[in-house]
């Protein structure tokens, strides 16, 4: 199974963690498929992201390092 991805989406995993930091930012606000939005959601102020792994689009499964 596939899952197309946007032009943002593409450009976050091409161009690193500036373009995923505006991705993230854009979507703050957007509603998740339960309601909330992302920036409602409890999360910890020390949370942080993880630099995205080995990702490779349309194979199946999960990619591991």
């Known amino acids: 199974m596939s ?3 946007t032009d943002d989406e593409q450009a976050a995993l ?3 963690q500036a373009a995923l930091d ?3 930012d854009r979507l703050a606000d957007t ?3 339960v309601g909330p939005t992302p920036r409602e959601l409890d999360v910890p102020e020390t ?3 993880l630099p995205p792994g080995d990702v490779r689009q ?6 591991s390092r």
Do not use: N, Q, V, W
């Open 22 to 24: 505006r991705l993230l």
């Open 47 to 49: 949370a942080r992201l």
């Open 31 to 33: 509603p998740t498929p």
């Open 3 to 5: 899952i197309p991805l």
């Open 58 to 63: 349309g194979g199946m499964g999960c990619a």
């Open 14 to 16: 091409k161009d690193g």
